[in-house]
């Protein structure tokens, strides 16, 4: 029952999304129905929380490189190729002062 309930959990609610009250909350439901024992409950709380934080920081890294590709494709500079022309354009202001 209580490897059916995280997989129930992990595959039914975009875990990345999940906020500890949120989890807590569906957590103590079981808890409350007699389906998981109060430790029980604990130990799925918190390594849901942290495979919530695991999801998270892969979707973040996914994303970043979903964007990065498309900025590419679409040939659009990003803020650090910006930055280096910007300091080219500085130093080439600077020497014709000179």
Same mark, same amino acid.
């Given at each position: 029952?209580?490897?059916?309930? #995280?997989?129930?959990?992990?595959?039914?609610?975009?875990?990345?999304?999940?906020?500890?009250?949120?989890?807590?909350?569906?957590?103590? $439901?079981?808890? #409350?129905?007699?389906?998981? =024992?109060?430790?029980?409950? &604990?130990?799925?709380?918190?390594?849901?929380?942290? &495979? =919530?934080?695991?999801?998270?920081?892969?979707?973040? $890294?996914?994303? $970043?490189?979903?964007?990065?590709? =498309?900025?590419?494709?679409?040939?659009?500079?990003?803020?650090?190729? %910006?930055?280096?022309?910007? #300091?080219?354009?500085?130093? %080439?202001?600077?020497?014709?002062?000179?």
């Amino acid at each position: 029952m209580f490897d059916l309930i #995280k997989k129930t959990m992990l595959a039914g609610v975009g875990l990345a999304a999940m906020t500890r009250e949120k989890i807590e909350e569906t957590i103590d $439901e079981f808890v #409350k129905k007699g389906k998981l =024992s109060e430790k029980e409950g &604990k130990e799925i709380v918190e390594e849901l929380i942290e &495979k =919530s934080k695991t999801a998270k920081k892969d979707l973040e $890294e996914k994303i $970043e490189k979903i964007v990065t590709k =498309s900025l590419k494709k679409l040939n659009i500079p990003t803020r650090d190729e %910006l930055t280096e022309i910007k #300091k080219k354009i500085e130093r %080439l202001e600077k020497s014709e002062d000179e």
